[in-house]
């Protein structure tokens, strides 16, 4: 090393030390709350306003936009991403803020970037934590090498009202599934370092109660007792949160008639308090103006006074905040305590995920070619798709096929790239979808396609009926379109156009086999599609490589395994119905329908069979507080190697309150060869008996349980067990 290189090296050092002294927020060696401190310290009332203001961008207002910027109005950002873009974005902030102070950008990155991973609710039915956890974990990364520093996900609403659009985003009826998924989640979002360049923070949503929706209308008032907030809706954010969930969003909706985005109970008591949360809590989109046009508040001012009082920390879009909290804080109606407590999250953030030790470090576009749409990637999300597909019918083994078959793939979604993708895919690339047609011309040696449009009259869908002609089995991919699924939509039907029904009738007149793929984003009514098909795949809307997960399946390279995580009705009349109810003194069923689900929780069928013996508990009584172990044979009576989802429900016999019918409390997956036993055992702490008492206290109550091991919420083997003294 040359004289002129140590001098050059001294040098960087000094200026490095120097700027460190001046500006300690930038001292990485320092604790990140010293630093925080020590920049707000540093900042006007005004400034520290502008890092509540969370604001989109949209290419027709790039000007406007850089503007806000340029004058530090713009704290966080959304709707902008891939590194050019938000490279020039920062660029111009740093160089108009002498704080140093960075933008940090956030996305919806549901399930998956530009590479889509299946929709949440599919995911779920995968019962996979691991798998999971995996898919966002690449989802976090194509986001990150996009520029991208915040997803809105996981989503922990959980629904029993299948004709909500947005239940698609959810993970199911169940709060134990429920928050296991909201644990991979974020682990798989946040990974082992937020300030990785792969991954983001995770931003838990909707807090609390949105799925509670009257009629399934999204956005429609909510009005749900404590006890549902308790039992239902708050375990996936305790899971999330300890997790180490960065940030929240509230919800759209409110709890005892206030507005969520107004609710210090909510806000304060229950995220703070009770579920001790210590990260950045932002609205939902413009939530503080949609409570002036709801009537719950005046004007702008009044709503951000509210809304910063309750414990809201960041804006989304609405701008009242950056309109109106300097004023209230001059006026003394808000404290600039409030104020720089808000601050301190918001910046916290922007430290966490390292944007100060490194404002461009998401910003390389080297890596962003390199990672999005990887091969890596893509197995993934093939793997994710795979596991994710519920088998729901299988009459005389029709499926797997052989190759040997003619087969036909017809109907609106045979060589469907769109909508396969689901709803709030990021910037997924249709162009990358693998088809059905396509994975099936992959896997088997004689493949005809005949594909219609979704609004195809069944008389007029000639491809399909000339393809089938000389097929031995037909695989008739039928589904909703997206537009009935997603934020903002409902719908009073959860049944397929009747123009699909008569496609699949004429099909099945003609004597062939007939196998039905469904893609969909909600249960449906299943009664006519059963009657008139020998074998059913639920594909829900399985992303990128669903094309290809569902040749996999059907030619029996891969053998189904995945499990309903919400349950399928009859008809849509009998929604609400799910399987944790409550216990009743008189089961008062529909006269006009068969009683029950069509499919209960839990169900999905395989090419094998597996069965379930030698159930036993480790004691018939003991005292609360001990540990009890239960333990099931499974064995695969099949042919082929598979994954069989155990399942453990608890049922509280008797309890100060009326007691659930069961509740889920333990699942474990078990790999299985033809003809192998595997002995599969559980502990079960007092977590696995608690219930919410008539004190409203989580409390194990001595006296009998009934503990249920099987193959979904209906069919099980179940021991009795005490507990007391």
């Not at 701008?319 to 601050?343: T, Y």
């Not at 769109?418 to 709030?424: A, D, S, T």
């Not at 809307?541 to 395994?561: C, D, F, I």
């Not at 119905?577 to 689900?597: S, V």
Request: hydrophobic share 40%; proline share 4%.
């Amino acid at each position: 090393m040359n004289k002129k290189t140590v001098i050059t090296i001294l040098a960087l050092v000094c200026t490095l030390t120097l700027h460190a002294e001046n500006k300690p927020w930038m001292n990485k060696n320092l604790p990140i709350r010293e630093r925080v401190n020590s920049l707000l310290d540093q900042m006007t009332v005004k400034e520290m306003i502008a890092e509540l203001n969370l604001v989109p961008y949209y290419a027709e207002q790039d000007s406007a936009f850089r503007a806000a910027v340029a004058k530090g109005r713009v704290g966080a950002v959304l709707k902008a991403s891939g590194t050019a873009l938000n490279r020039s974005l920062q660029k111009l902030a740093l160089k108009n803020n002498h704080l140093s102070i960075p933008l940090m950008f956030h996305e919806d990155v549901i399930h998956g970037y530009k590479t889509i991973s299946p929709i949440p609710l599919a995911e779920a039915c995968s019962w996979d934590t691991a798998m999971v956890r995996r898919s966002a974990a690449v989802a976090a990364k194509e986001a990150a090498a996009a520029g991208l520093q915040l997803t809105y996900a996981p989503m922990l609403d959980i629904s029993v009202d299948p004709r909500w659009g947005r239940i698609m985003e959810t993970s199911g009826e169940d709060p134990f599934l429920a928050s296991a998924m909201a644990r991979a989640r974020t682990l798989g979002f946040q990974g082992g370092s937020l300030s990785s360049p792969f991954t983001v923070m995770a931003c838990i949503k909707h807090f609390a109660g949105y799925a509670s929706l009257t009629a399934g209308r999204d956005y429609l008032y909510t009005d749900f007792s404590q006890r549902q907030l308790e039992e239902r809706y708050l375990p996936p954010y305790r899971a999330a949160i300890a997790a180490g969930a960065g940030s929240v969003m509230c919800s759209y909706t409110s709890f005892n008639g206030i507005p969520a985005t107004f609710s210090r109970f909510l806000n304060h008591d229950v995220l703070r308090d009770e579920l001790h949360f210590d990260g950045l809590l932002m609205t939902d989109w413009c939530t503080l103006s949609n409570a002036i046009t709801e009537g719950a508040s005046p004007d702008g001012r009044t709503s951000a006074e509210r809304g910063i009082k309750c414990g809201i920390e960041m804006d989304m879009t609405s701008h009242r905040f950056i309109d109106n909290l300097e004023d209230l804080v001059n006026s003394g109606a808000v404290s600039k305590d409030i104020i720089r407590e808000a601050a301190f999250h918001a910046l916290e953030a922007k430290f966490k995920v390292g944007l100060f030790d490194d404002p461009y470090l998401y910003f390389n576009e080297k890596r962003e070619k390199e990672v999005i749409g990887s091969e890596e990637i893509r197995q993934a999300c093939l793997d994710m798709a795979t596991e994710s597909m519920v088998l729901l019918q299988n009459k005389n083994d029709v499926l797997p096929l052989s190759t040997d078959k003619k087969i036909a793939v017809v109907g609106p979604f045979a060589e469907q790239q769109e909508m396969l993708m689901g709803k709030w895919t990021a910037k997924g690339d249709a162009s990358k979808v693998i088809t059905v047609a396509a994975g099936m011309r992959e896997a088997a040696a004689h493949v005809s396609v005949g594909a219609s449009d979704y609004r195809t009259p069944a008389d007029s869908c000639t491809a399909c009926y000339d393809a089938a002609q000389s097929a031995d089995v037909v695989i008739v991919c039928l589904g909703e379109h997206t537009g009935y699924i997603g934020e903002a939509t409902s719908t009073a039907r959860i049944s397929l156009p009747n123009n699909q029904l008569k496609l699949l009738d004429k099909l099945y007149q003609s004597g062939k086999k007939i196998v039905v793929v469904l893609f969909n984003g909600r249960p449906l009514q299943t009664d006519f599609i059963l009657a008139h098909c020998d074998a059913l795949l639920e594909a829900w809307y399985p992303g990128t490589m669903g094309g290809r997960a569902v040749a996999n399946l059907l030619m029996g390279k891969a053998v189904p395994s995945g499990k309903l995580c919400q349950t399928f009705p009859r008809e849509s009349g009998q929604i609400p119905i799910f399987y944790n109810m409550y216990r009743t003194f008189g089961n008062i069923r529909h006269l006009d329908i068969a009683d029950g689900p069509q499919f209960p929780f839990g169900f999905g069928l395989s090419y094998n069979k597996y069965g379930y013996s030698n159930m036993s508990v480790s004691t018939n009584s003991a005292a609360i507080g001990t540990p009890i172990t239960v333990s099931v044979d499974i064995t695969n009576k099949g042919s082929r190697e598979g994954r069989e989802v155990v399942q453990l429900y608890v049922k509280d016999i008797i309890a100060t309150v009326v007691p659930k019918l069961k509740e889920l409390k333990a699942f474990r997956s078990v790999t299985l060869s033809p003809g192998e036993t595997k002995t599969v055992s559980f502990t079960l702490d007092d977590d696995a008996f608690k219930i919410l008492n008539d004190e409203m206290k989580w409390t194990v109550e001595k006296g009998d349980f009934e503990i249920q091991v099987g193959c979904d919420s209906e069919h099980v083997l179940t021991k009795k067990i005490h507990l007391g003294d």
